[in-house]
């Protein structure tokens, strides 16, 4: 993986009316977040047996799989290599962040990269202790949980729960940042997910 070049400026990213993500990321994108929101709703709101919250988990994992291989082989803007930026295009990006004016950033930003490898750590880590957890109802075990000793499974348990809550605070960041964009800078980042295309001004 390469880091994107620090040369890449607002300007020379600005692609107004192009084509932004294509068709796999997109369909992604929204499988994730209601598989993610799913999972979260049935793991603290669902019955006392959590089958559809497993297999909404089975689902977030395979989505993350698809996506680190879609993030080699996928188009530009979906590539890892695309959004991997050095510091100082990270933090020259914040420094202008509270201007009000679109940035009109080529795929996502630096901060916005950031992000989704945040998301993605996160909410795969979670998901993937939940394969290890055990609250010892004899119903709700996870899948790999005989494979690790009682002390292990208790860890994985208590870190499923943490992460949870991790998961709900960077979904309202991510939600709070769409508002942010479109109410300050006057850039609609939800348009793009769905056509695939920025709007031609």
Do not use: C
């Not at 993610?36 to 799989?65: C, E, N, Q, R």
């Not at 295009?89 to 901060?111: D, M, V």
């Not at 950031?114 to 899948?143: H, K, M, R, S, T």
Request: charged share 15%; glycine share 8%.
């Amino acid at each position: 993986m390469t880091v994107a070049s620090a040369d890449h400026s607002l300007e020379t990213q600005k692609k107004t009316g192009a084509p932004v993500w294509d068709l796999p990321l997109r369909l992604f994108h929204w499988l994730f977040a209601g598989s993610v929101a799913a999972a979260w709703g049935l793991g603290k709101f669902g019955p006392d047996v959590m089958t559809l919250h497993f297999w909404f988990g089975y689902a977030v994992l395979a989505l993350i799989a698809f996506r680190l291989i879609w993030g080699f082989i996928g188009s530009e803007t979906a590539r890892f290599s695309s959004f991997v930026y050095s510091p100082k295009t990270l933090f020259s990006y914040i420094a202008k962040l509270p201007k009000r004016q679109a940035s009109n950033w080529k795929g996502h930003s630096p901060l916005g990269g950031l992000f989704v490898f945040l998301l993605l750590g996160v909410i795969g880590a979670q998901a993937a202790l939940g394969l290890f957890a055990d609250p010892e109802d004899y119903i709700n075990v996870g899948p790999l949980a005989s494979w690790a000793g009682i002390d292990s499974v208790r860890t994985a348990l208590a870190w499923h729960g943490i992460l949870a809550r991790a998961t709900l605070i960077l979904v309202v960041l991510h939600v709070a940042a769409i508002f942010f964009y479109r109410l300050w800078k006057r850039e609609d980042l939800v348009t793009p997910m769905i056509k695939g295309s920025r709007k031609a001004k």
